[in-house]
């Protein structure tokens, strides 16, 4: 069983377009996250959810809106597509204690690479 | 400003050659370090964890340490299955005392059999 699965794997869209990413985990945890991978390579927090409540949202556009219906899952969703929107969207989960003292990491799923045209 | 460099950028070895991989750090409150490895079209996996000073971890062939200043991913005889991106992250206390991570741009690891 997949830990942390994402869908779709590749999604090409046109500017303009509205579309989501879903995200679901079983691993048990209870915060889960979305993050950005620039060309560069570069990784990027968007939006960090505990218990389904908003916990970090950072500078992002407006037109990013997560769902979290449950602690299992959240779901991002992206209106009015732009170019720049183009990347690969990592969907992750850690228990809210990952990293104090104990060995936990976040888990990943596999991405999402959208690409707007 | 908080800050994750990694270097080199890439790195390409023969097989059996060991080296390390750099990570320095200007951030203010450290939460954990975090080394990652990220293959081709994956998502990053977790590798270590490393709290304070002094403190080293260790997974078949990687050895990871930290300073007060950097962390180290030590790779000895290195395997072609060893060849990723290794992709360091600090963490700092985000809103709501959740953990943020800050990402380095990682080291592309290329190892030749």
């Known amino acids: 069983d997949t830990a942390v699965s994402q869908t779709p794997k590749y999604l090409v869209t046109q500017m303009g377009n509205d579309k989501s990413i879903k995200c679901e985990q079983n691993l048990g945890h209870d915060t889960m996250y979305w993050y950005k991978q620039d060309s560069k390579k570069f990784l990027k927090i968007m939006f960090s959810y505990n218990n389904k409540e908003l916990i970090i949202n950072e500078t992002v556009p407006n037109r990013f809106s997560p769902k979290s219906p449950d602690k299992a899952h959240l779901n991002l969703h992206i209106n009015s597509l732009e170019l720049g929107d183009s990347a690969v969207y990592f969907c992750?989960?850690?228990?809210?204690?990952?990293?104090?003292?104990?060995?936990?990491?976040?888990?990943f799923g596999s991405g999402t690479r959208l690409t707007v045209v | 400003e908080d800050q994750v460099t990694q270097s080199p950028e890439a790195l390409r070895l023969q097989e059996g050659e060991s080296s390390s991989l750099n990570c320095s750090y200007t951030?203010?409150?450290?939460?954990?370090l975090f080394w990652y490895r990220q293959d081709p079209g994956k998502g990053p996996e977790f590798l270590f964890t490393?709290?304070?000073?002094?403190e080293e971890k260790e997974k078949e062939r990687l050895k990871a340490t930290l300073t007060k200043k950097e962390s180290f991913l030590h790779i000895t005889a290195p395997k072609p299955e060893d060849s990723a991106t290794y992709l360091c992250?600090?963490?700092?206390w985000g809103a709501g005392n959740n953990r943020k991570l800050i990402w380095g741009l990682g080291t592309s690891l290329a190892v030749n059999p």
């Open positions: 951030v203010s409150g450290l939460r954990g």
């Open positions: 992250a600090v963490g700092l």
């Open positions: 992750a989960s850690s228990q809210k204690g990952a990293g104090t003292g104990n060995n936990y990491g976040y888990t």
């Open positions: 490393l709290y304070s000073a002094g």
